[in-house]
């Protein structure tokens, strides 16, 4: 695979994976997460109550914010709506507090010139999507000034995995759609930014599919999870001691399921800390 080198990234990438790496080092050696769990009630939040979190939203300079965004085309964008609040949730508590983010869960339009204060755009739907050409044009623009997309299907098959293709193409025509496999040297880090890992979650086959990554100025600017990622961040009561990673949102609390749940969200900080240094 023949990939360009990466070239220097504009100032708010820079930015972004200077706090990234800023964390990596200066976390105590040894830290364990799961075992400070056990030790003391952690601080707990819905995402219904993002608002009230004012740790996190008083103030989004020099923090990373992952944020939702509302496509004009018919969508469900705002399904599994406590799925970043716990995904960012569980990133503070695994880096004690630590990471620099701000939580904004509210959809941002894509044609909207807002979209160019974020590092990352995230994108979940059950729906074929088509995004307009307006929206197009603006994604253009955000992906060459070192913006990333993420998408994620959150059906994990089916009419949006098949929207990706096309509209890649309009957002980067020509482009090519690489499967991040761990044993692709261009892809390795996916799989080792935090967590070593062999391999993705072992969910269901349905969900077990790999990341795609099509590239814009040889960095890869459009990352397509096809596996739900966001059902298994999403919470139906909050995390407690006993019970570090809260109940899921969409299945029954059994060691099995959480197990597999731990495994997403290893793989889920390792691919924003991917997004942030790439």
Same mark, same amino acid.
Request: proline letters at 9%; hydrophobic letters at 35%.
């Given at each position: 695979?023949?990939?360009?080198?990466?070239?220097?990234?504009?100032? *708010?990438?820079?930015? #972004?994976?200077?706090?990234?790496?800023?964390?990596?080092?200066?976390?105590?050696?040894?830290?364990?997460?799961?075992?400070?769990?056990?030790?003391?009630?952690?601080?707990?939040?819905?995402?219904?109550?993002?608002?009230?979190?004012?740790?996190?939203?008083?103030?989004?300079?020099?923090?990373?914010?992952?944020?939702?965004?509302? !496509?004009?085309?018919?969508?469900?964008?705002?399904?599994? @709506? +406590?799925?970043?609040?716990?995904?960012?949730?569980?990133?503070?508590?695994?880096?004690?507090?630590?990471?620099?983010?701000?939580?904004?869960?509210?959809?941002?339009?894509?044609?909207? @010139?807002?979209?160019?204060?974020?590092?990352?755009?995230?994108?979940?739907?059950?729906? &074929?999507?088509?995004?307009?050409?307006?929206?197009?044009?603006?994604?253009?623009?955000?992906?060459?000034?070192?913006?990333?997309?993420?998408?994620?299907?959150?059906?994990?098959?089916?009419?949006?995995?098949?929207?990706?293709?096309?509209?890649?193409?309009?957002?980067? *025509?020509? #482009?090519?759609?690489?499967?991040?496999?761990?044993?692709?040297?261009?892809?390795?880090?996916?799989?080792?930014?935090?967590?070593?890992?062999?391999?993705? &979650?072992?969910?269901?086959?349905?969900?077990?599919? *790999?990341?795609?990554?099509?590239?814009?100025?040889?960095? !890869?600017?459009?990352?397509?999870? @096809?596996?739900?990622?966001?059902?298994?961040?999403?919470?139906?009561?909050?995390?407690?001691?006993?019970? *570090?990673?809260?109940?899921?949102?969409?299945?029954?609390?059994?060691?099995?399921?959480?197990?597999?749940?731990?495994?997403?969200?290893?793989?889920?900080?390792?691919?924003?800390?991917? +997004?942030? +240094?790439?």
């Amino acid at each position: 695979m023949d990939f360009r080198p990466t070239p220097a990234l504009p100032w *708010p990438r820079r930015r #972004a994976a200077a706090l990234a790496l800023w964390v990596l080092f200066t976390l105590p050696a040894g830290a364990d997460w799961l075992e400070d769990a056990s030790k003391s009630k952690l601080e707990t939040f819905s995402g219904s109550q993002a608002e009230q979190a004012v740790d996190l939203k008083q103030d989004r300079r020099g923090k990373v914010v992952v944020r939702r965004v509302k !496509p004009e085309c018919k969508s469900d964008w705002n399904t599994d @709506p +406590t799925a970043l609040p716990y995904f960012f949730y569980q990133l503070r508590e695994r880096t004690q507090g630590k990471f620099p983010c701000y939580l904004d869960n509210e959809g941002l339009s894509l044609s909207s @010139p807002e979209i160019y204060d974020y590092p990352i755009l995230y994108f979940t739907s059950h729906f &074929p999507f088509t995004f307009s050409d307006a929206e197009v044009e603006n994604l253009k623009k955000y992906l060459a000034r070192g913006g990333t997309l993420w998408l994620d299907d959150c059906s994990g098959s089916g009419p949006f995995m098949e929207s990706v293709p096309g509209n890649v193409q309009r957002i980067v *025509p020509g #482009a090519k759609l690489f499967l991040m496999l761990r044993e692709e040297k261009a892809f390795f880090d996916l799989f080792n930014m935090i967590y070593a890992l062999e391999r993705l &979650p072992q969910l269901k086959e349905q969900y077990t599919k *790999p990341f795609q990554a099509a590239y814009v100025n040889g960095r !890869p600017a459009i990352l397509f999870c @096809p596996n739900d990622y966001g059902c298994w961040w999403e919470v139906s009561s909050p995390p407690t001691a006993l019970n *570090p990673l809260g109940n899921p949102a969409h299945g029954d609390a059994t060691p099995t399921f959480q197990a597999s749940r731990e495994e997403v969200y290893q793989i889920t900080i390792n691919w924003l800390f991917y +997004t942030l +240094t790439h």
